[in-house]
């Protein structure tokens, strides 16, 4: 049993799987429409201004050589709630939008078979951001 899942789960990630799977039925294939970039909020929610990568000033610059050879998991956290700044570094490493190519199509920081962005991010506030 566990053979045939190692097996499925094999072919599946494979480049071969793409002869026998008719991608010509796919969503983007059909022409339906492309999601829209950012979601719709409702009428009246408070939208808050967040600063761009030219404004973080707290948010050390570092090269991917090192960020990767330094990595380590966290399993202590702080009590204490992230400033304006770190929360837009945040969802910017995230969902980040570097540029429209045209009308539903952004590149985003993260990665995304024909712009579709299948992955969102959602904030869960225990309170008020604060300002360091």
Not at 73 to 95: F, G, I, K, M, P
Not at 109 to 118: D, E, F
Request: aromatic share 10%.
């Amino acid at each position: 049993m566990k053979d045939d899942k190692f097996k499925t789960y094999r072919y599946f990630l494979k480049d071969s799987i793409r002869k026998t799977i008719a991608f010509n039925f796919t969503d983007q294939n059909q022409g339906a429409p492309v999601p829209p970039i950012e979601k719709p909020y409702p009428e009246g929610a408070t939208l808050t201004d967040l600063p761009g990568p030219d404004e973080w000033h707290m948010i050390p610059r570092t090269d991917l050589t090192h960020a990767i050879g330094n990595r380590k998991s966290h399993r202590v956290y702080l009590n204490q709630s992230l400033t304006l700044e770190e929360l837009a570094y945040l969802l910017w490493c995230t969902q980040g939008v570097r540029g429209k190519r045209f009308h539903g199509h952004a590149y985003r920081n993260v990665p995304s078979a024909g712009c579709r962005h299948a992955l969102e991010t959602y904030l869960a506030p225990v309170g008020k951001v604060k300002k360091r």
